[in-house]
Nanobody
Framework: QVQLVESGGGLVQAGGSLRLSCAAS????????MGWFRQAPGKEREFVTG????????YYADSVKGRFTISRDNAKNTVYLQMNSLKPEDTAVYYC?????????????????WGQGTQVTVSS
């Protein structure tokens, strides 16, 4: 079992930045792949970015490439999402997820554990 708790969401103006954090507990954190997803009202949950167990591999959705950065600190059991140049279309609930597959996965079904989500709202 892996328990995930997100933090760092909030309201920000377009062009601003936020950093989300996801604290993990339970199963050995360094053995799991991690990802961030988001879900806007009326839309399906979509992949944002993922990172391998070592942090050596990352993958980003085209919509956030160059603006968002995922990282992890295995000593702190935490994964981060740095979001820069935010746009109103980035508004969503952001979810942290863990996959027992140590690599990078880009689909909802590849992840085994989910956090409760944190709201990010970007005003125009």
């Amino acid at each position: 079992q892996v328990q995930l708790v997100e933090s760092g969401g909030g309201l920000v103006q377009a062009g601003g930045s936020l950093r989300l954090s996801c604290a993990a507990s339970g199963r050995t954190f360094s053995n799991v792949g991690m990802g961030w997803f988001r879900q806007a009202p009326g839309k399906e949950r979509e992949f944002v970015t993922g990172i391998s167990w070592s942090g050596g591999s990352t993958y980003y959705a085209d919509s956030v490439k160059g603006r968002f950065t995922i990282s992890r600190d295995n000593a702190k059991n935490t994964v981060y999402l740095q979001m820069n140049s935010l746009k109103p279309e980035d508004t969503a609930v952001y979810y942290c997820a863990a996959s027992i597959t140590p690599g990078v996965a880009g689909t909802v079904g590849a992840y085994d554990y989910w956090g409760q989500g944190t709201q990010v709202t970007v005003s125009s």
